[in-house]
């Protein structure tokens, strides 16, 4: 099994190749996959992704789904379309977009709950200062499942 350092567990580095789409079809693997899918459920309330890994899960035309208690952290550039910035404001309890793209769409969401991030020069440790003193985040859960 390969993971990502976003923590997407992988087939392979390209997106032709997923585990959402390719362990279903592996036995032995696509028996167990649900476990996964529970365990991460109760994982902390604090998700954290990339915009990129979203768009595969299809965030950018899916229909905006209940609010949940989970807040969810998307490191993003281009990927998300202002659909995608509005269905995790619609899902999460609070929002976040880290972006260094001064033009992204998640300027464009005017959403209580959503929180911009912008860096013109990317920091992660800046990052996580500002999601603890402004978010109140103690604690991220990179979830590849979070559609």
């Known amino acids: ?5 976003d ?5 392979g580095s390209t997106d032709k190749l997923d585990v959402d789409r390719d362990f279903p079809k592996i036995p ?6 649900h476990q996964y899918y529970e365990i991460e459920q109760t994982t ?8 990129r890994v979203q768009v595969k899960m299809g965030v950018n035309e899916k229909e905006l789904p209940d609010k949940t208690p989970v807040s969810f952290v998307l490191l993003d550039n281009h990927h998300l379309t202002e659909h995608g910035v509005r269905y995790f404001c619609a ?15 998640a300027f464009h969401v005017d959403a209580d ?9 990317p920091s992660l440790s800046a990052a ?8 109140g985040c103690s604690a991220l859960q990179s979830n590849p499942a979070a559609q």
């Not at 099994?1 to 350092?5: A, E, K, P, T, W």
């Not at 032995?28 to 996959?33: C, K, N, P």
């Not at 996580?128 to 978010?135: A, D, P, Q």
């Open 128 to 135: 996580l200062e500002h999601l603890k003193k402004e978010c």
């Open 28 to 33: 032995g693997a696509r028996e167990g996959l």
């Open 7 to 11: 923590g997407k567990i992988s087939t």
């Open 44 to 51: 902390d309330l604090w998700s954290f992704n990339t915009g």
């Open 113 to 121: 709950n959503l929180h911009i991030i912008y860096q013109e020069r």
């Open 1 to 5: 099994m390969l993971m990502s350092v």
């Open 91 to 105: 899902k999460s309890k609070q929002a976040v977009v880290i972006t260094s793209n001064a033009s992204h769409p």
